[in-house]
């Protein structure tokens, strides 16, 4: 089971961080993904944490504004989010895989329920 937490109303320009938390599995043996999705919108791929270790790979509409982290000893990834734009707005969900190809939903086997991120103009 994922547990996303940490999302909010923010302005933008600002910040948040997003935690997914899990549980009864070990997130060292997957790769972390997380994804977002807006209202009316596909769900979009924001970024993925490798199992390797491997710098993440992030989207480039949120490259050099989001970051994300992992601790294996704590069962947990995060998804730091500066310079917050309105367009960012989405409902961010984590997921896990063990698949090659990772970015598409299809990839990940297991999701969170997702945390809500409103960003204000």
């Known amino acids: 089971q994922l547990q996303a937490s940490g999302g909010g109303l923010v302005q933008a320009g600002g910040s948040l961080r997003l935690s997914c938390t899990a549980s009864?599995?070990?997130?060292?043996?997957?790769?972390m993904g997380w994804f977002r999705q807006a209202p009316g919108k596909e769900r979009e791929f924001v970024g993925v944490?490798?199992?390797?270790?491997?710098?993440?790979v992030l989207a480039d509409n949120v490259k050099g504004r989001f970051t994300i982290s992992r601790y294996n000893m704590k069962n947990t990834v995060y998804l730091q989010m500066n310079s917050l734009k309105p367009e960012d707005t989405a409902v961010y969900y984590c997921?896990?895989?063990?698949?090659?190809?990772?970015?598409?939903?299809?990839?990940?086997?297991?999701w969170g329920q997702g945390t809500l991120v409103t960003v204000s103009s």
């Open positions: 997921a896990a895989s063990t698949s090659v190809v990772l970015r598409a939903p299809k990839d990940y086997g297991y």
């Open positions: 009864g599995r070990a997130i060292s043996s997957y790769h």
């Open positions: 944490s490798r199992r390797s270790g491997d710098t993440p």
